[in-house]
């Protein structure tokens, strides 16, 4: 399977802190892209790295790419409420037409 | 720009009926990706579509499930005889001709199939 897998599969933590979520996939990629996704609504693309970049930030977003691993981490720096939400990392492969590919997820919590 | 706009939001169907799911792409965008998402779990590509044009069906069940994309209107998604286990969300995703796969994609807020 090409697909991703997520680590951890939850996540818990108070306002402020930082929260840091892994993804692996197996073959060879054009791009690996996070997704939010709040309780009951649609994905929102959060950010897209591309396979010859190691890292990228956006505001308080930091994502790495290890191609050697076949690994992505996402950061989120100084967490709020409002970042609880499911984050998906998904990859998209050469020669694949554009399809993703989904990772199962890592749910996060951040507590007031 | 709307979006992409996928209606309906929630559909009750009844085993044995047919459910018809429908996606307009963001204005501009000719590609249409169908995803399914099961209970706490995270999408499973089924079809991609281009206009007039069903280029990659791997991820479709062989039986029962259908896509188009009709040079005008919507996508449309469509299971027969629906099942149980047919229960889910279902995603569309739409892209660019350009770049395609090479940026996020813009997917709409999804329709929540329950077949009881």
């Known amino acids: 399977s090409q697909q991703g897998e997520e680590d951890p599969q939850a996540l818990s933590i108070q306002e402020g802190e930082n929260a840091t979520m892994n993804c692996s996939y197996k073959t060879s990629i054009n791009n690996l892209q996070w997704y939010r996704q709040n309780s009951g609504r649609g994905l929102v693309h959060l950010i897209l790295i591309r396979s010859n970049e190691r890292e990228k930030h956006s505001g308080r977003l930091r994502v790495t790419l290890d191609t050697s691993k076949k690994s992505s981490s996402l950061l989120i720096t100084a967490s709020r409420a409002a970042d609880t939400a499911s984050y998906f990392c998904?990859?998209?492969?050469?020669?694949?037409?554009?399809?993703?590919?989904f990772g199962q997820g890592t749910e996060l919590s951040v507590k007031p | 720009n709307a979006g992409v706009m996928q209606n309906p939001r929630h559909l009750v169907r009844r085993r044995g009926q047919e459910a018809r799911l429908r996606c307009s792409p963001m204005k501009g965008h000719s590609h249409v990706y169908w995803y399914r998402q099961l209970p706490e779990e995270g999408l499973k590509f089924m079809v991609y579509l281009q206009k007039e044009n069903i280029i990659d069906e791997s991820g479709m069940p062989k039986e029962r499930f259908s896509a188009e994309f009709p040079k005008e209107g919507p996508s449309i998604l469509r299971i027969q005889q629906v099942v149980r286990g047919d229960s889910a969300a279902y995603f569309c995703?739409?892209?660019?001709?350009?770049?395609?796969?090479?940026?996020?994609?813009?997917f709409g807020s999804g329709t929540r199939l329950t077949v009881v």
């Open positions: 998904a990859t998209a492969f050469y020669n694949q037409g554009g399809k993703l590919i």
């Open positions: 995703a739409s892209s660019p001709l350009i770049e395609q796969g090479a940026s996020g994609y813009t």
